[in-house]
């Protein structure tokens, strides 16, 4: 989505910049997209990417909503799992499913959203919110198709190998995140009416959690060795910073 912002913060569309920035990036998905400093007059806006940087205390509110968020699943499935909560260690290493990362994957997103929409203006919050449905889908499709392809292994011996579980990570992360962004922009503009989000590198960068959850998911020895699963809460929380502080 390409939105002209102006600097009273009205909102209105400018068809032939979109236009002319469309047809320079229809054949390639990971062109980089014009920021403001690019654009005379207003602010060019690819769908979720940052137009502004955000202020100190809406970073801090979405760092405090995100960790927050990310901590209460945790905890719950910490003290589930254990039986009590122990050290930080032990909170943090606990038996990942898919329900354990989604769950706390979303909780983080969303708290990290809503703190930072607190006092924002109307087209921000809008941004932010479009930010989230990103972050969530980009995190829970790949994780899905991933879990689904290991159930597909349990069921033939064939599949049920290291060398086909690191296939299904690959499958499932690339697919999903390809997908996920399909997803995000048919959420987010059910109507089509402006130019989808194209997946960039640095989305790919960005969906580093995917692959970690991917990893601690398919139960890799090696991962489990390093315990790779006490990153999860944290990345997550990073993703809600990110839709938290998206203006």
Known sequence: MYLIYNYNGSKSVNTYMIQKVQSKTSDNSFLTFPNA??????????????IEEADTFTKIRAA????????????YFAKK??????????????DYGLKEFLSIGASAIMGGTAAGMLGQAPHKRSQKSQEAVFQFMNSAVPSIMIAG?????????ILNN?????LS????????????????NKINDPKDLYPDRKLTMQ?????FD??????????????????????????????????GTTD
Not at 37 to 50: D, E, I, T
Not at 173 to 181: D, E, H, L, P, Q
């Open 149 to 157: 392809l290991f159930q597909l292994g349990k069921r033939f011996k």
């Open 37 to 50: 400093k690019r654009v005379k007059k207003g602010y060019l806006k690819h769908r979720y990417h940052n």
């Open 210 to 243: 995917d692959v970690l959850g991917a990893l601690v998911l398919a139960k890799f020895q090696v991962i489990e060795k390093v315990g790779a699963e006490r990153l999860i809460p944290g990345v997550a929380a990073w993703c809600g910073y990110r839709a």
């Open 64 to 75: 405090a909503g995100s960790v927050v968020g990310a901590s209460i699943p945790l905890l």
């Open 169 to 184: 990570t690959g499958v499932g992360v690339v697919g999903g995140m390809y997908i996920g962004a399909e997803l995000s």
């Open 162 to 166: 290291v060398p086909a579980k690191i």
């Open 203 to 207: 989305d790919a960068v960005a969906n």
């Open 81 to 94: 799992q254990h039986g009590k909560l122990g050290s930080l260690n032990q909170i943090l290493r606990i």
